[in-house]
């Protein structure tokens, strides 16, 4: 039930873009992206729900394909406290909630 | 509560030993979860409870893990005859429900020696 997610690792300079993927082997019915800090708790990003919803409050901007099962997070003009590991969270059927993390994305961004 | 807490913020057991870990969510927040973080891992659901509906325990990974939230509140993860593969963070959060910001804890760092 674990999202995959891709890439592992990646290292960017500032101002360079990046994208995270973010796959589900079963349906997806909302996508949740969190970000953790070395040492520090995850903070919400953002939610992804079907039908294009998004709820965020963050100049990070995400997509979510329903039919491929997948999401896809897109951090560009990258600063450096984007730096962080990127989860996503997949819903349990008809709860609404982030259940089910995958292993997540370290990005690291270089001056 | 101004976040979730949780306490302690480090535990060192020995094997074969019962811990107790607690949270303290934001108050009214109605839905709260339990996460385990493996060194350099993702995030593991182990349990969540909603309002007073029964909680979903699917993923607690074996009899000696329970968890209870009393009066819609605090809730306290129970660890029974701790093994050293249980040694982790384990996360707490706390959200207004579904399709909601959840808000996480520092967690609590175990250690079973």
């Known amino acids: 039930q674990q999202p995959v997610q891709s890439p592992q690792a990646v290292i960017l300079r500032e101002g360079e873009d990046a994208v995270i993927n973010c796959s589900s082997s079963?349906?997806?019915?909302?996508v949740h992206w969190y970000r953790q800090k070395h040492g520090e708790a995850p903070v919400f990003l953002m939610i992804l729900l079907k039908g294009g919803e998004q709820k965020g409050h963050e100049k990070i901007s995400a997509s979510f394909n329903e039919k491929k099962q997948q999401s896809s997070l897109y951090l560009t003009a990258s600063q450096l406290s984007y730096s962080g590991t990127y989860f996503c969270?997949?819903?349990?059927?008809?709860?609404?909630?982030?259940?089910?993390f995958g292993t997540g994305t370290s990005l690291t961004v270089i001056p | 509560g101004a976040g979730v807490s949780q306490s302690p913020s480090n535990k060192v057991t020995e094997k074969g030993k019962d811990v107790e870990l607690r949270c303290d969510p934001i108050?009214?927040?109605?839905?709260l979860y339990w996460y385990r973080q493996s060194l350099g891992q993702g995030l593991e659901f182990l349990i969540y409870?909603?309002?007073?509906?029964?909680?979903?325990k699917s993923g607690l990974p074996s009899d000696r893990f329970s968890a209870e939230r009393t009066g819609g509140s605090v809730s306290t993860l129970t660890i029974q005859r701790t093994q050293q593969e249980d040694s982790a963070v384990y996360l707490c959060?706390?959200?207004?429900?579904?399709?909601?910001?959840?808000?996480f804890g520092q967690g609590t760092r175990l250690t079973v020696v």
């Open positions: 409870f909603q309002g007073n509906s029964a909680p979903d």
């Open positions: 108050s009214g927040h109605t839905a």
């Open positions: 959060a706390s959200s207004w429900g579904g399709y909601t910001e959840a808000f």
């Open positions: 969270g997949t819903e349990k059927e008809g709860t609404g909630n982030q259940f089910y």
């Open positions: 079963k349906a997806l019915y909302s």
